[in-house]
């Protein structure tokens, strides 16, 4: 709720919907007494302010070009060969907003989460990993979104005694958290070499490090003997934890503990861990690497009840756990309420609808989901003076119910010039929008006859193939030589070449036009024979018989004309 | 090859500043003017030579913004008047020079006619500008066309209701006469030292009249003239030899908007399109090749050749005239990577090409193939 600046308090407002804004203004209703002075103004209140932003701008024209290329994916191939496109394609999309985030000084935590949210879908609906792979994706997610630890790494490092410097631990337990065992075993050598008694725990930290197995996806590894692998060195790990082997040093007792994936020591670096979902991937890579997609759920539930003290979770985090319970419909609805730009859902619904995720969700009007949110993105962005053209292509690929939309859209797109008029023209004509055509036409040739630009006129009707027009324009033409006895603008009716054929008012036009060139150039039998011709063909207006019969007389009187004047006049 | 700066507004003009052909430097200023903003705006960019940049193929890095000033309206029409000062149509009717300001990296107006173009009772649109400095010429929706001198207030010359439809576009034939454009598609030839109120001369595609919206004149052979329009086709014009085009060339599935002979190799034109495409034209005369093999293009262009021009020194006669036919080869090539929306404007100068889109983008290429 705001208040709109500009409307003075305790006055009475009416107000009227628009196509994406409300106009405001104050009445003067009131039951009784004198009524006070009137405010000239109207307000007019817009509720999508994301759309007037520049950098905002950039972000819908990318994603804009992006989206036209994924509708010309072909259908015919099978989906295995086109699950990469899918992926570069999201990736794409999401490559474009962190181009924004970049612009926009201070990170806007709305392009963060819709980032993040993104992210996770593309991992786990679009690639759709299996187990394996899977954790090693998260694992992905996880670091890319928590980018500080580098931040801190690179102050640790230029430092002149790294292994002193107070920020120097949480370093090493955030690169165990995230599964960075390469960069913790090199952070550690700074700590051996200062402590030269300690040598052979750090000896065997390090080793113990180092034989961490990894799933690797490509290999000729199954994902059992990964299993049994992994489960040998987590023995051979809580071996060395039981036999006291780091007891005297603390901080490498966490770090084992961690390897061993010790919930309780994990929840102790909440700070570190910062959120829920962080701490449930660090909790699947130490204790359940080979996690099956279908198990997700629980262990997110449960990650996320462990970490949330007060227990009530924040939109960003439902959708998230709607995520990892594969519930593709619940994330789509929580994001559409949660964000208050239709851009998102809008296109990442249509992705997964492209991977053939999404059943067909019918809502009440019978539409399905992915056309609704379309619907409603491009809608939206044609209330904008300029992306108008952008939504024209998203009105394009919604199937049933997008004509009708551009339909009634495009007709309330102002034109102020030709160049604009010409532009919707053109998207019309290439739908075979037969009556909006003639609409925008008929607009623009009244206009150019109110300015007196006949020639601008006829242009336009011969573009709509307007013949009621044409000869609206041939009769003001005709009336203005009726008028002052000669022909105004006779660069256009001397070269109308085969548009003189739209009317026949028009075609009489330029034939009475050519009528007198011949009778000027004293040509006389050829004048007289066209004149008769335009009696005898009866296009000429009933008004202009007198005329044209005045014109004769002075043919009569020339002497090679007569016979055939006198015979065609019988 | 080519890279798309995003800059948040329609671009409908894009031009290179001119640069001092001794020293044959590549362009590296260029202005641009937006349109169907609420508050548009005319902008200089920079694309600076990166002298160890290490990166292939023509690719320099984004342009960077120098300064942008508020235009009052679409800026309909944009040219360079000299290395300070740019002129611009307006969709208000205005005719506006701005000047830049090279020390404080400002741009600022400097002069301005407020309603160059207009009707009786409401404002008329500027549709073109074209200049050779101090003299500026402009036309308009209003049918008029206007001499105007930099630093002069008053308006050297009127030519009212020189067209009884929208001139589109103007071009100089020689210093003292102009090429108009027009919706019912006509050339028309002015000699402005005539005074007079009517044209020289009327060219006209005989059949359709199909509206033009651009013209370019050849830049050393000076009565041939390419004009392109609503159908999209790419005509051809000798102005000495009647009222018809010398050949027809389909170039594109929508509105050509602009049309532009390569200043220094005229052996290439380039042409812009409301389908999203920019097409760089090249010709040869003079093949050797059977024509059994003449068949190879890199995209599908069909000519005719409306008229076979009898006798003659064939050597004099340009390949352009020629079109697409066994005289001469003709190869077109896409110059953007995939459709975009409409192309609204391009500028070639040198080795470098920019233009500017509906899709809020800027393409630059300062590699092109002349």
Same mark, same amino acid.
């Given at each position: 709720m705001q208040n709109i600046s500009g409307i003075r308090p305790g006055k009475r407002m009416g107000f009227a919907w628009g196509p994406g804004d409300i106009l405001v203004y104050e009445t003067q209703n009131k039951a009784s007494g004198p009524t006070g002075s009137g405010c000239a103004f109207i307000h007019v209140v817009r509720k999508d302010e994301d759309i007037y932003s520049p950098i905002l701008r950039k972000l819908f024209n990318e994603s804009h070009h992006i989206f036209v290329g994924l509708q010309t994916i072909k259908d015919d191939l099978p989906s295995k060969s086109k699950k990469p496109q899918f992926v570069s394609i999201s990736r794409n999309y999401r490559s474009v907003i962190r181009a924004c985030m970049e612009e926009l000084q201070q990170a806007v935590s709305i392009l963060l989460a819709i980032e993040l949210i993104w992210n996770l879908c593309e991992v786990l609906f679009i690639d759709a990993a299996p187990a394996g792979s899977l954790l090693l994706h998260l694992l992905d997610w996880v670091r890319l979104h928590k980018s500080d630890v580098d931040e801190k790494a690179k102050g640790v490092l230029q430092s002149d005694s790294p292994a002193e410097h107070r920020d120097y631990w949480d370093v090493v337990l955030s690169y165990v958290l995230q599964g960075r065992l390469e960069d913790t075993r090199k952070m550690l050598m700074k700590q051996a070499m200062l402590q030269p008694a300690a040598k052979s725990m750090y000896k065997l930290m390090d080793s113990l490090l180092s034989k961490m197995p990894f799933y690797n996806p490509g290999g000729t590894q199954t994902l059992t003997e990964f299993d049994v692998k992994w489960r040998n060195w987590h023995e051979e790990v809580d071996r060395y934890l039981k036999d006291n082997s780091f007891a005297s040093n603390q901080h490498l007792e966490v770090i084992c503990k961690i390897l061993l994936g010790d919930e309780d020591v994990l929840l102790e670096h909440k700070e570190l861990l910062s959120t829920w979902y962080y701490f449930l991937i660090t909790r699947l890579l130490y204790c359940h690497p080979t996690v099956k997609p279908t198990e997700l759920h629980y262990y997110a539930q449960s990650s996320m009840m462990m970490f949330l003290d007060s227990g009530v979770p924040e939109p960003l985090d439902s959708i998230l756990l709607a995520a990892f319970e594969f519930d593709i419909h619940q994330v789509i609805k929580d994001c559409s309420i949660a964000l208050n730009n239709w851009w998102f859902v809008a296109h990442l619904t249509d992705l997964l609808d492209h991977c /053939? !995720? !999404?059943?067909?969700?019918? $809502?009440?009007?019978?539409?399905? $989901? @992915?056309?609704?949110? $379309? !619907?409603?993105?491009?809608?939206?962005?044609?209330?904008?003076?300029? !992306? #108008?053209?952008?939504?024209?292509?998203?009105?394009?690929?919604? =199937?049933?119910?997008? @004509?009708?939309?551009?339909?009634?859209?495009?007709? *309330?797109? =102002? &034109?102020?010039?030709?160049? /604009?008029?010409? /532009?919707?023209? @053109?998207?019309?004509?290439? *739908?075979?929008?037969?009556?909006?055509?003639?609409?925008?036409? /008929?607009?623009?040739?009244?206009?150019?006859? *109110?300015?007196?630009?006949?020639?601008?006129? &006829?242009? #336009?009707?011969? @573009?709509a193939k307007d013949a009621a027009f044409a000869t609206l324009i041939s009769e003001r033409f005709l009336q203005d030589y009726c008028a002052k006895g000669t022909f105004s603008d006779l660069d256009l009716i001397d070269n109308l070449g085969s548009t003189m054929l739209l009317s026949d008012r028009l075609t009489f036009l330029g034939k009475y036009r050519e009528f007198h060139k011949l009778y000027g150039e004293k040509c006389f039998s050829d004048a007289a024979k066209l004149l008769l011709s335009l009696m005898t063909a009866k296009i000429a207006p009933q008004s202009f018989w007198m005329t044209l019969l005045t014109d004769a007389l002075p043919l009569l009187e020339q002497k090679e004309v007569s016979p055939h004047l006198n015979i065609g006049l019988k | 090859m080519e890279s798309a700066k995003y800059v948040s507004q329609k671009v409908s003009k894009a031009r290179w500043r001119p640069v001092s052909s001794s020293f044959l430097q590549q362009p590296e200023i260029f202005a641009t003017g937006s349109w169907d903003n609420e508050e548009n705006k005319i902008s200089i960019w920079s694309v600076g030579n990166y002298e160890n940049s290490g990166l292939e193929d023509g690719f320099e890095g984004d342009p960077q913004l120098i300064c942008e000033n508020k235009h009052d309206g679409d800026v309909l029409g944009l040219q360079f008047l000299d290395q300070e000062r740019i002129v611009t149509a307006s969709s208000t009717g205005a005719v506006t020079i701005f000047r830049h300001h090279h020390n404080s990296q400002t741009i600022s107006v400097s002069q301005q006619w407020v309603k160059a173009h207009h009707y009786p009772c409401d404002n008329a649109p500027c549709t073109a500008v074209v200049c050779s400095s101090p003299e500026i010429i402009t036309v308009g929706e209003d049918g008029r066309i206007i001499v105007l001198r930099a630093d002069q207030d008053c308006m050297a010359q009127v030519i009212e209701n020189a067209d009884s439809s929208t001139i589109h576009a103007v071009t100089y034939l020689r210093t003292t006469e102009i090429l108009t454009v027009n919706s019912i598609g006509q050339i028309k030839l002015w000699d402005l030292r005539q005074q007079s109120n009517s044209a020289s001369q009327i060219l006209s595609l005989s059949g359709d009249r199909v509206p033009l919206y651009c013209i370019d004149r050849h830049p050393n052979q000076q009565h041939i003239v390419a004009t392109g329009g609503q159908d999209g086709m790419l005509c051809m014009w000798d102005v000495r030899q009647g009222s018809m085009p010398s050949s027809l060339m389909e170039a594109h599935s929508a509105e050509m908007w602009e049309v532009h002979f390569h200043p220094t190799n005229p052996d290439h034109l380039f042409t812009c399109s409301e389908d999203g495409s920019l097409l760089h034209w090249e010709t040869s005369s003079h093949s050797d090749m059977p024509s059994f093999l003449q068949g190879n293009r890199n995209s599908s262009v069909t000519s005719r050749s409306a008229m076979a021009l009898a006798g003659g020194n064939q050597s004099l006669i340009s390949a352009w005239l020629n079109g697409d036919s066994s005289k001469s080869r003709l190869e077109t090539t896409h110059m953007l990577p995939s459709q975009t929306l409409s192309v609204n404007s391009l500028d070639v100068l040198g080795q470098c090409l920019v233009c500017g889109t509906d899709g809020e983008a800027i393409f630059i290429n300062k590699q092109v193939p002349v």
């Amino acid at each position: 709720m705001q208040n709109i600046s500009g409307i003075r308090p305790g006055k009475r407002m009416g107000f009227a919907w628009g196509p994406g804004d409300i106009l405001v203004y104050e009445t003067q209703n009131k039951a009784s007494g004198p009524t006070g002075s009137g405010c000239a103004f109207i307000h007019v209140v817009r509720k999508d302010e994301d759309i007037y932003s520049p950098i905002l701008r950039k972000l819908f024209n990318e994603s804009h070009h992006i989206f036209v290329g994924l509708q010309t994916i072909k259908d015919d191939l099978p989906s295995k060969s086109k699950k990469p496109q899918f992926v570069s394609i999201s990736r794409n999309y999401r490559s474009v907003i962190r181009a924004c985030m970049e612009e926009l000084q201070q990170a806007v935590s709305i392009l963060l989460a819709i980032e993040l949210i993104w992210n996770l879908c593309e991992v786990l609906f679009i690639d759709a990993a299996p187990a394996g792979s899977l954790l090693l994706h998260l694992l992905d997610w996880v670091r890319l979104h928590k980018s500080d630890v580098d931040e801190k790494a690179k102050g640790v490092l230029q430092s002149d005694s790294p292994a002193e410097h107070r920020d120097y631990w949480d370093v090493v337990l955030s690169y165990v958290l995230q599964g960075r065992l390469e960069d913790t075993r090199k952070m550690l050598m700074k700590q051996a070499m200062l402590q030269p008694a300690a040598k052979s725990m750090y000896k065997l930290m390090d080793s113990l490090l180092s034989k961490m197995p990894f799933y690797n996806p490509g290999g000729t590894q199954t994902l059992t003997e990964f299993d049994v692998k992994w489960r040998n060195w987590h023995e051979e790990v809580d071996r060395y934890l039981k036999d006291n082997s780091f007891a005297s040093n603390q901080h490498l007792e966490v770090i084992c503990k961690i390897l061993l994936g010790d919930e309780d020591v994990l929840l102790e670096h909440k700070e570190l861990l910062s959120t829920w979902y962080y701490f449930l991937i660090t909790r699947l890579l130490y204790c359940h690497p080979t996690v099956k997609p279908t198990e997700l759920h629980y262990y997110a539930q449960s990650s996320m009840m462990m970490f949330l003290d007060s227990g009530v979770p924040e939109p960003l985090d439902s959708i998230l756990l709607a995520a990892f319970e594969f519930d593709i419909h619940q994330v789509i609805k929580d994001c559409s309420i949660a964000l208050n730009n239709w851009w998102f859902v809008a296109h990442l619904t249509d992705l997964l609808d492209h991977c /053939k !995720l !999404l059943q067909s969700h019918n $809502l009440h009007f019978g539409s399905n $989901l @992915r056309e609704f949110l $379309l !619907l409603e993105y491009a809608s939206g962005l044609f209330t904008h003076h300029s !992306l #108008w053209q952008c939504a024209v292509d998203y009105f394009d690929h919604c =199937p049933e119910f997008g @004509r009708v939309y551009l339909e009634l859209q495009i007709e *309330r797109v =102002p &034109l102020d010039t030709e160049r /604009k008029a010409l /532009k919707v023209l @053109r998207i019309c004509e290439e *739908r075979q929008m037969s009556e909006q055509v003639r609409s925008i036409c /008929k607009i623009m040739a009244m206009r150019a006859v *109110r300015n007196n630009r006949l020639g601008s006129a &006829l242009s #336009w009707s011969i @573009r709509a193939k307007d013949a009621a027009f044409a000869t609206l324009i041939s009769e003001r033409f005709l009336q203005d030589y009726c008028a002052k006895g000669t022909f105004s603008d006779l660069d256009l009716i001397d070269n109308l070449g085969s548009t003189m054929l739209l009317s026949d008012r028009l075609t009489f036009l330029g034939k009475y036009r050519e009528f007198h060139k011949l009778y000027g150039e004293k040509c006389f039998s050829d004048a007289a024979k066209l004149l008769l011709s335009l009696m005898t063909a009866k296009i000429a207006p009933q008004s202009f018989w007198m005329t044209l019969l005045t014109d004769a007389l002075p043919l009569l009187e020339q002497k090679e004309v007569s016979p055939h004047l006198n015979i065609g006049l019988k | 090859m080519e890279s798309a700066k995003y800059v948040s507004q329609k671009v409908s003009k894009a031009r290179w500043r001119p640069v001092s052909s001794s020293f044959l430097q590549q362009p590296e200023i260029f202005a641009t003017g937006s349109w169907d903003n609420e508050e548009n705006k005319i902008s200089i960019w920079s694309v600076g030579n990166y002298e160890n940049s290490g990166l292939e193929d023509g690719f320099e890095g984004d342009p960077q913004l120098i300064c942008e000033n508020k235009h009052d309206g679409d800026v309909l029409g944009l040219q360079f008047l000299d290395q300070e000062r740019i002129v611009t149509a307006s969709s208000t009717g205005a005719v506006t020079i701005f000047r830049h300001h090279h020390n404080s990296q400002t741009i600022s107006v400097s002069q301005q006619w407020v309603k160059a173009h207009h009707y009786p009772c409401d404002n008329a649109p500027c549709t073109a500008v074209v200049c050779s400095s101090p003299e500026i010429i402009t036309v308009g929706e209003d049918g008029r066309i206007i001499v105007l001198r930099a630093d002069q207030d008053c308006m050297a010359q009127v030519i009212e209701n020189a067209d009884s439809s929208t001139i589109h576009a103007v071009t100089y034939l020689r210093t003292t006469e102009i090429l108009t454009v027009n919706s019912i598609g006509q050339i028309k030839l002015w000699d402005l030292r005539q005074q007079s109120n009517s044209a020289s001369q009327i060219l006209s595609l005989s059949g359709d009249r199909v509206p033009l919206y651009c013209i370019d004149r050849h830049p050393n052979q000076q009565h041939i003239v390419a004009t392109g329009g609503q159908d999209g086709m790419l005509c051809m014009w000798d102005v000495r030899q009647g009222s018809m085009p010398s050949s027809l060339m389909e170039a594109h599935s929508a509105e050509m908007w602009e049309v532009h002979f390569h200043p220094t190799n005229p052996d290439h034109l380039f042409t812009c399109s409301e389908d999203g495409s920019l097409l760089h034209w090249e010709t040869s005369s003079h093949s050797d090749m059977p024509s059994f093999l003449q068949g190879n293009r890199n995209s599908s262009v069909t000519s005719r050749s409306a008229m076979a021009l009898a006798g003659g020194n064939q050597s004099l006669i340009s390949a352009w005239l020629n079109g697409d036919s066994s005289k001469s080869r003709l190869e077109t090539t896409h110059m953007l990577p995939s459709q975009t929306l409409s192309v609204n404007s391009l500028d070639v100068l040198g080795q470098c090409l920019v233009c500017g889109t509906d899709g809020e983008a800027i393409f630059i290429n300062k590699q092109v193939p002349v």
